[in-house]
């Protein structure tokens, strides 16, 4: 069970990114989908979340409105448009999986299986 985080880079304030989350070894269908992301000296914040068929969206505080969570379950593939980017976005992102969620639900807490992480740089 594998998840690859990829998209991240250095971009200026109010630029966009699209960050991607790939899944291999298992089927995606099942599982929700978190986004996570940690700032140096920061603990861990959750980012958004995707239900695993995909008619939920949840969205922490700070990215309402300017973050986009999405999945292509025939891709195996979840997508955080990330718009509007602050220098406080700069973080490594975490994409993270977790099958316990009812199929019409998720949340920011409890996942199983975890990317690699990739860093996001916002420039001021």
């Known amino acids: 069970v594998q998840l690859q985080a990829s998209g991240g880079g250095l971009v200026q304030a109010g630029g966009s990114l699209r960050l991607s989350c790939a899944a291999s070894?298992?089927?995606?269908?099942?599982?929700?989908v978190g986004w996570f992301r940690q700032a140096p000296g920061k603990e861990r914040e959750g980012v958004s979340c995707?239900?695993?068929?995909?008619?939920?969206?949840h969205y922490g505080d700070s990215v309402k409105g300017r973050f986009t969570i999405s999945r292509d379950n025939a891709k195996n593939t979840a997508y955080l448009q990330m718009n509007g980017l602050k220098p406080e976005d700069t973080a490594v992102y975490y994409c993270?999986?977790?099958?316990?969620?009812?199929?019409?639900?998720?949340?920011?807490?409890?996942?199983?299986?975890w990317g690699q992480g990739t860093l996001v740089t916002v420039s001021s």
């Open positions: 070894g298992f089927t995606s269908d099942y599982h929700a």
């Open positions: 993270a999986a977790d099958v316990t969620w009812s199929p019409g639900y998720c949340g920011l807490y409890n996942y199983d299986y």
């Open positions: 995707i239900s695993s068929n995909g008619d939920y969206k």
